[in-house]
């Protein structure tokens, strides 16, 4: 039973932080993009394989340059039990060992072929701009209506074997492809 509460309790905090985002003006938007990475950690499982332990890092990884080093706060704070490490990857670096992949400003057939080289790989993909979704991206993050806002592609994602938590979908400004 607890772990239904636990389950509640985290649905609530996503909503909650999710709901909130434009409520916090005060923030920036790479602020609010960085609290809504660190909720898609929580509300993601992926496969019994990509961690080597059950108390093995979560390695978020960044390719290109991506919210100008916010990330860094998610550094030692936990995701699912596993303490988050962040990496900033070289250009042209092999996303080898990351679990979350937040792909930065990167020339466009750069990005594209950086998510194709990861089909299939258990890696979360997260992107700036709505159209990172099309590219092949899972999750794109974006500012709509003065919001910060989400959309979800589930093929590469399911392909990944990754599970999105239903509640976060909820959430999302749009869902495309796969099973919800």
Known sequence: MRTGFSTAMQALCLGAVLACAPA?????AADIKT???YNFAKFVEWPAAAFAS??????LCVAGIALEGHLRVLEGREAQGHPIQVRQLRSHEAPLG????????????????LLQSLARSAVLTIG?????TRDGGMIALFVAA???QFSVNL???QGAGLKLSS??????HSVRGGTP
């Open 24 to 28: 916090l003006a005060s923030n920036s």
């Open 98 to 113: 990351c679990h979350i992949l937040v792909v930065g400003a990167l020339e466009p057939a750069e990005r594209i072929q």
């Open 128 to 132: 700036d701009g709505s159209d990172f």
């Open 155 to 157: 093929v590469p994602a």
């Open 146 to 148: 003065n919001r910060v």
């Open 167 to 172: 509640r976060m979908l909820q959430l999302a």
């Open 35 to 37: 609290a809504f990475i």
């Open 54 to 59: 059950e108390r093995s890092p979560l390695d």
